[in-house]
């Protein structure tokens, strides 16, 4: 491994408004608005984070949502209205670094639960727990944890994008990510597809792109 590990390189190209929000109410810096374009870049060394913040701000208009500094890696979340900037601030921080978006790490889907007509108590304990909506009995209750965790930010995204759901937690940080939502079954079926397609899209994604890198170096 060179000076810097990527663990994680996801781009959002329109915050869904639930997860806008969501954002906004646990963030402690630039809240995003609905719609905005936003990014997560997870990196190691862990500190080294904070330089790379310092690049994407000054090279672009993004905004700076979120920082996260664990042990071994550190995270940010970027956002802006325009999609190019946030693209821009991206390719900033790889050139910084050295490189490039295909070194990120491959998603593991560690949890893809479905628990069907949940009961009262259950559901009160997840509304406990929950720093978004609340969770009604009877309802359907998608449960999804991922390593390495900013990937479920994509995962959400795009489950919101497809279904009518309620989000009622999601941490894209730590060492996995965690992800719950609640709605009809039929509604909630369709979100967990919707995060399932995108967060295996991401891997296959990752292996098409390194096939046509190491045919370019047989040539």
């Known amino acids: 491994m060179g000076k810097y590990e990527l663990r994680t390189y996801i781009f959002i190209d329109s915050l869904q408004p639930q997860l806008a929000q969501y ?11 609905e719609f905005d374009a936003a990014m997560f870049i997870e990196i190691a060394p862990a500190m080294e984070i904070h330089s790379m913040i310092d690049l ?3 090279a672009t208009r993004v905004h700076l949502g979120s920082v996260v500094t664990e042990r071994h890696f550190g995270m940010m979340q970027i956002h802006h209205p325009d999609q ?8 900033a921080v790889l050139a910084a670094t050295g490189l490039r978006e295909t070194d990120r790490a491959k998603v593991q889907i560690l949890t893809d ?13 997840f509304t406990g727990m929950a720093r978004g909506n609340m969770v009604v009995a009877g309802e359907s209750v998608l449960i999804m944890e991922s390593s390495p965790a900013a990937y479920l930010a994509i995962a959400t ?25 609640s709605g009809p079954e039929s509604e909630i079926d369709s979100a967990a597809e919707a995060a399932r397609t995108v967060l295996e899209k991401l ?17």
Do not use: C, F
Request: proline fraction near 3%; glycine fraction near 8%.
């Open 23 to 33: 954002i906004a109410k646990d963030n402690r810096v630039y809240d995003p608005r």
């Open 157 to 181: 995204n795009e489950a919101l994008k497809a279904a009518h759901v309620k989000l009622i937690t999601n941490k894209p940080w730590g060492a996995t990510g965690r992800l719950i939502m």
């Open 113 to 125: 639960k479905i628990i069907r007509g949940v009961e009262q108590d259950h559901a009160i304990s």
């Open 84 to 91: 190019g900037e946030v693209i821009e601030a991206g390719k």
């Open 56 to 58: 994407a701000l000054k």
């Open 203 to 219: 891997n296959t994604d990752l292996g098409d792109t390194a096939a046509r890198d190491d045919s370019r170096y047989a040539r």
